[in-house]
């Protein structure tokens, strides 16, 4: 499935919803507030923020609630992600949430980062995924 690709009014209406994401983060603990929002296959938009706890370990990233958000929706793949931090600007997502938005992915999914508009499979090459698993 070729998707037309996303233009600016689209890339604008994911960093609103990621900025307001944002605004809803509970980080007491790094003050480091974290929004993201993404666009799924059929038009929708789902956000998410990081909720951090004490036990840091058990902190939530923005990206885990986004597919959170994205699954109690109605499911689906993401087509385009953004994400940003407390300031606004554009976020990377770590390592972890890499693998994470990697599974929920669309074909030709795409990221904006600080260097622009990346696919997923520039940002996380050969990656792991479920078609590994050679679950029947």
Known sequence: ?????????????LRVAATNAMGRA???YSKFNVGAA???????VVSGCNVENAAYGV?????????GALYMSGGGRIRAFYCVDGAGNVLMPCGRCRQLLHEHRAPGMVLMTASGIRTMDQMLPDAFGPDRLNIT
Do not use: F, H, K
Not at 1 to 13: F, G, K
Not at 38 to 44: F, P, S, V, Y
């Open 59 to 67: 902190t939530l990233c923005a990206e885990c609630t986004l597919v």
């Open 26 to 28: 509970y980080a007491p």
């Open 1 to 13: 499935m070729v998707s037309e690709p996303i233009n600016e009014a689209t890339w604008e209406q």
């Open 38 to 44: 993404a666009l799924t296959e059929d038009g929708r």
